[in-house]
């Protein structure tokens, strides 16, 4: 078997694990975000660094619900230079807080965070200001990774023990899954793959929930298919209220 099918087969696997042993917490975050949708509460989406692409997955996104907003900041994405600052300052005291303060997270409303390690201090912060303003939130993680860290936050917790619901990627410690001979670190993070597929997974379950209490479902569709702008156009108007993204 080569290593592509061999990384293939560990997806799969993972897969398998979180189908296994997460749905019930999934099922949880799915319902939350639902409730949220219908009580007329804001969404929104958060990580660092590569955690940070699943909340750029998770909104503007064809198939994806429409009030869903990314919580960004300078400094913790891929797009700077030198990359190696987004390490530098996903670990920054207080820069998390101060991303809170300044997005318009309330009562009610649900926060979903990525984190594989859970470790760092803003993404800690994140979480404890969000649920200080009355906010919910739903952590995405590794916790085969978190449980051998320490905490980098001030008050020693790690993202899973200041969620409200805890989902676990179902990943081996560090992330990247495959050994080869010959190179003396693991390859093949599989973190981005699974966790695009737990939280549309979610996402797609809380649309549903939306539907079959007779609600309209608040869903983009491509943008590159006839009808496509004019659909989302609709949609853009009817949540402009919980759209922060514009």
Not at 15 to 28: D, F, I, P, S
Not at 66 to 86: A, K
């Amino acid at each position: 078997m080569n290593t592509i099918e061999r990384y293939l087969d560990t997806i799969d696997a993972q897969l398998a694990r979180v189908r296994n042993t997460q749905l019930e917490v999934m099922e949880q975050a799915a319902a939350m975000l639902a409730q949220a949708t219908m009580a007329g509460h804001n969404l929104f989406a958060f990580g660092c660094n590569h955690a940070g692409l699943l909340a750029l997955e998770l909104y503007y996104r064809t198939g994806g619900m429409v009030n869903i907003n990314p919580i960004q900041g300078p400094g913790l994405h891929l797009e700077i230079t030198p990359v190696t600052m987004t390490s530098q300052m996903e670990r920054l005291p207080g820069y998390g807080r101060l991303l809170i303060e300044n997005t318009p997270v309330d009562a009610g409303d649900v926060v979903i965070i990525h984190s594989v390690s859970g470790r760092n201090t803003v993404t800690v912060d994140v979480a404890l200001c969000a649920k200080e303003k009355g906010a919910m939130v739903i952590a995405l993680t590794n916790l085969a990774t978190s449980k051998t860290v320490t905490s980098r936050h001030e008050s020693g917790k790690r993202l899973y023990e200041v969620a409200d619901v805890v989902i676990d990627n179902c990943g081996c410690v560090g992330d990247a899954a495959l050994d080869l001979q010959g190179v003396p670190t693991r390859v093949g993070p599989t973190s981005t793959a699974v966790g695009a597929a737990i939280l549309n997974a979610v996402a797609a379950r809380a649309v549903a929930l939306v539907s079959q209490a007779g609600k309209d479902a608040p869903v983009f569709v491509s943008a590159n298919i006839d009808g496509g702008d004019e659909h989302n156009g609709k949609v853009l108007v009817a949540y402009k209220d919980h759209i922060f993204y514009m």
